[in-house]
């Protein structure tokens, strides 16, 4: 578990970098965008239209500005997941008939099939996961669940969006208080019963003030009169850049897959 | 005319001693009355059963007129008698400051644009002007104080039910804090340690000791 100063915060965006790019454009815009790209990416099968797509969201990155370091962390994270897959797949998958191997790793029979397999499925996924950053990471979190309640999507998703926006801070800074106060009385982490009896304590310790917490924000809100409606009041306005945007996005997507099928 | 009535209340949480034994209070027009006890001593148990948030085990609660018995009794008071809850943290769960100031109004049926000139109005009125777009977590304790306030005042209530409302604040916030509550017209209930917010503000001043509330306790 890391250790986290109180006051740090929980969630960290790309929402403060430099003021241009996609964060000048109606987050609806982007979300949607990222959404098309993201079915386009999925949809193509052809090695070059998948190499053209991962242009394209290094593209979208650079024009976000997104920090060199910090975005690599976390497409790195992201490929951490799918590693094993990637490993996998030229053994577990059979070559076509009358084909060789491409190689033998300690009598295992590795085919090209599986090879292209993994390769397609690592581009698809970077190509995602970047543009995602680019486009959706640039948001603040709370303008990202107005976009969505905008878009549509069911009032629960949205509540329960925002409030986990909201009170994973709030979660997050209780976690790094009493972190703090444990290593005030000399706790180290360890391989042993007592740490593993010590973080026992610690998570069901933020449980129960979890469910606390929750039980009486839900008091306060009915004192406001609440009835299971969360109200949300948002100033999001669709501009010209955001149609053209839009607009361009589109037509790259129905591009990608146009040349992936043709070619 | 009287607020709030309650007479004989009892209150005990599930397997433990009762922490209020026959409590009754009255809350008139324009008084602030001080309510002082010890920490475990049922002060804010009393203000959660004032708005039904709690039921009693025993007694009455007369709100606005009239006596207080079901869930949709409660549900039409709670806007009028604007409990501030004691953690900001509890009462601001919206992201920015404007939507958590137009929950209230929203939920009472005033339209967006009422509620939007609600929201600039009343954080106008307590110097928070340009608050609109802040986000809530991110704001210090001394502003989560007074956007709690303004998301209670919003509703316009009739009373305002404070639960240590200068708990956590350092001396300036405090003393900003008392000057915008001395300000308002609202009739209070302040549960408070804090003798400075008592000579400030409260008209009066009541002792909660071993379940009862002891007659009129020196200011």
Not at chain 1, 134 to 157: D, I, N, Y
Not at chain 1, 225 to 240: I, Q, V
Not at chain 2, 11 to 37: C, H, K, T, W
């Amino acid at each position: 578990m890391p250790t986290t100063r109180p006051g740090q915060p929980a969630i960290r965006s790309f929402a403060d970098g430099p003021d241009t790019g996609p964060r000048r454009l109606d987050p609806r815009a982007r979300v949607l965008a990222a959404v098309a790209f993201a079915v386009a990416v999925v949809a193509l099968n052809g090695l070059p239209a998948l190499v053209a797509s991962v242009g394209v969201a290094f593209g979208l990155a650079v024009w976000a500005r997104l920090p060199l370091r910090e975005t690599a962390k976390r497409v790195a994270a992201m490929d951490g997941f799918i590693l094993l897959t990637l490993v996998m797949l030229p053994f577990t998958t059979p070559p076509a008939a009358g084909t060789e191997p491409l190689f033998t790793l300690w009598g295992l029979p590795a085919s090209r099939e599986g090879l292209e397999h993994a390769v397609r499925i690592a581009l698809k996924a970077n190509a995602v996961i970047l543009a995602l950053l680019a486009l959706v990471g640039t948001m603040r979190e709370t303008v990202l669940g107005h976009a969505l309640g905008r878009l549509g999507v069911p009032a629960k998703l949205v509540t329960l969006f925002l409030m986990t926006v909201r009170y994973i801070e709030v979660l997050h800074a209780e976690y790094g208080r009493l972190r703090w106060a444990m290593k005030a009385r000399g706790f180290r982490p360890r391989t042993d019963l007592h740490t593993l009896k010590s973080l026992g304590h610690l998570v069901g310790m933020l449980l129960v003030r979890s469910l606390e917490r929750s039980e009486r924000v839900l008091a306060a809100m009915k004192c406001r009169g609440y009835t299971g409606r969360l109200p949300l009041l948002d100033t999001l306005r669709a501009g010209p850049a955001d149609w053209a945007f839009g607009t361009a996005a589109a037509i790259a997507c129905v591009l990608l897959v146009a040349a992936d099928r043709l070619a | 005319m009287s607020l709030f009535a309650l007479s004989d209340i009892r209150f005990a949480y599930a397997a433990r001693p009762a922490v209020l034994d026959g409590v009754s209070l009255r809350l008139d027009a324009g008084e602030r009355l001080a309510l002082v006890g010890d920490n475990g001593a049922g002060k804010s148990t009393l203000l959660s059963l004032m708005v039904g948030l709690l039921k009693p085990s025993g007694g009455t609660v007369e709100a606005f007129g009239r006596a207080r018995v079901t869930e949709a009794d409660f549900a039409e008071i709670r806007p009028r008698a604007g409990l501030v809850f004691q953690d900001p943290d509890d009462q601001l769960f919206c992201p920015t400051v404007a939507e958590d100031v137009a929950f209230g109004p929203l939920n009472t049926g005033a339209s967006r644009a009422e509620a939007r000139r609600i929201v600039s109005d009343t954080l106008n009125g307590l110097g928070l002007a340009g608050f609109e777009d802040r986000v809530t977590h991110h704001l210090s304790g001394g502003e989560k104080r007074l956007v709690s306030l303004a998301a209670v005042l919003a509703m316009q209530p009739e009373a305002l039910l404070l639960d240590e409302p200068t708990n956590a604040l350092d001396a300036k916030a405090r003393a900003r804090l008392i000057e915008v509550l001395s300000g308002l017209p609202q009739a209070m209930v302040i549960v408070s340690h804090d003798p400075e917010v008592r000579e400030a503000l409260a008209t009066r001043a009541v002792l909660l000791e071993s379940g009862r509330v002891a007659d009129e306790y020196p200011l």
